[in-house]
């Protein structure tokens, strides 16, 4: 598809769209409107203007009809369609866009489900990472992986026992530069007209956090200078421990020691989770698109047990476990009878290939068909939004050692339970995870 929201808002001089659903009766609504003016000088946000502020005297409203028509008059009414029925199928709350046409950035809050944050007494009813895509991205699959993403943390919330709904930013805009007060600022109204807080994900520095915080807005957490540094070590923490608990699932035993571990990816999250197969004594397969990450990897950890495959080769080795912490979207129908893998369970996000729950479902009753312990990610890959969760309501008495106690114990006593019931229902782990958190989140 080759129409965008965003050039229909640009035509018709508009700065605000939000398409929203009403998962309990099936209706879709959308509005758009233009909200302020493009003189707005967006690195004063919060300094002499808020999101309560006017900021332009020619404001325009279009409700449902009048926003169809324009779509309609552009010939774009189908893709706004297409894109309602992605809402519809994943049972999502609402996209809400953010345009400033001066810097060309194009910010969307994905919002799956506000339930869990329904009078939390917080400024934030929701929880979800900023991402950010560029603009010569196709904008229909950017919405995909945004409204993937918000659901799934969602249900990561839920497993993670925090009071807020899920959610998930995406931005098309060119990389940021962190001297932009213009561009920032307009990202900290965006990100606090949409009742979120976040941290900075993929194409976003995570310094960005520390300068929105400085300049804008306290509901971003995740920067260096924070009170908890890079979440990738909490999150790694609790994928070995989720591990650990698999291993005991099949063997009898949560020891790693001599087990054959594959893993994809040696970034913030997958270094940190080696570095604990290692000390167990597991034997690793490692890859990562970068060739210098590996060299350095492998240099650092000489004396341990490490071979390294292509990106290419790494879904085809034989291991115990294979632990994906890259890129989402690995696991197909056709490439899981290749696999030579005991049991799946790695940090990466959305690793089925999948666009709703009853996809994940089914690629996981397909896993499990051919032999392979399969348990979706968000159920114990929410060692950063745990982090998340403490910097944003403690700020700097956030302490490191609540989150990692309150990891271990969520992903060592929660993943138990859920491999030891599913097998009692016989029904798959990635099954058991979503019945039991559907029955709040959809209030089943």
Request: proline share 4%.
């Amino acid at each position: 598809m080759h129409h965008s929201i965003f050039d229909i808002l640009e035509k018709e001089d508009l700065n605000r769209l939000t398409i929203g659903h009403d998962w309990r009766t099936g209706t879709c609504h959308v509005s758009s409107g233009k909200m302020w003016d493009h003189s707005t000088v967006w690195a004063n946000y919060n300094k002499i203007f808020s999101t309560s502020t006017p900021l332009t005297s020619d404001a325009v409203c279009h409700g449902a009809a009048s926003t169809r028509a324009l779509f309609r008059k552009h010939g774009a009414l189908d893709y706004l369609e297409s894109v309602i029925e992605l809402l519809r199928k994943g049972q999502h709350h609402c996209i809400d866009c953010f345009f400033d046409n001066k810097n060309n950035i194009r910010f969307m809050n994905n919002v799956h489900s506000d339930v869990l944050g329904v009078n939390n007494r917080s400024h934030a009813l929701r929880a979800g990472g900023i991402r950010r895509h560029g603009l010569d991205e196709e904008e229909y699959e950017v919405i995909i992986d945004g409204l993937n993403l918000s659901r799934g943390m969602s249900f990561k919330n839920f497993a993670a026992r925090i009071p807020y709904g899920g959610c998930k930013m995406t931005v098309m805009m060119e990389p940021v530069r962190l001297d932009d007060m213009g561009a920032l600022g307009f990202l900290a109204y965006a990100l606090d007209m949409s009742r979120a807080f976040t941290g900075p994900d993929m194409g976003f520095p995570t310094e960005l956090a520390d300068v929105l915080k400085e300049h804008f807005t306290r509901n971003i957490t995740g920067g260096p200078g924070g009170p908890l540094g890079a979440t990738g070590t909490p999150t790694a923490f609790g994928t070995y421990r989720a591990v650990r608990q698999a291993v005991r699932f099949v063997k009898g035993s949560p020891s790693l020691r001599g087990a054959k571990i594959a893993v994809q990816g040696l970034g913030a999250v997958g270094v940190p989770l080696c570095e604990h197969y290692i000390r167990e004594g597991a034997a690793l397969v490692v890859t990562d698109i970068d060739p210098d990450i590996v060299d350095r990897f492998c240099s650092t950890h000489q004396d341990a047990d490490i071979e390294v495959v292509p990106p290419q080769d790494i879904l085809f080795v034989q291991a115990d476990v294979f632990s994906p912490c890259a890129t989402g979207g690995i696991l197909t129908m056709d490439l899981i009878p290749r696999l030579r893998f005991k049991i799946i369970m790695g940090a990466a996000n959305n690793q089925l290939k999948a666009s709703s729950r009853e996809e994940e479902c089914s690629l996981a009753r397909e896993l499990q068909r051919h032999g392979i312990l399969f348990q979706v990610a968000w159920w114990h890959n929410l060692g950063g939004v745990l982090c998340g969760r403490e910097e944003y309501e403690m700020q700097h008495e956030a302490s490191m050692d609540n989150v990692l106690a309150r990891v271990e114990q969520i992903c060592t006593e929660h993943t138990w339970s859920n491999l030891t019931e599913s097998h009692q229902l016989g029904i798959t782990p990635t099954e058991h995870a979503y019945a039991s958190a559907e029955n709040v989140i959809y209030q089943a």
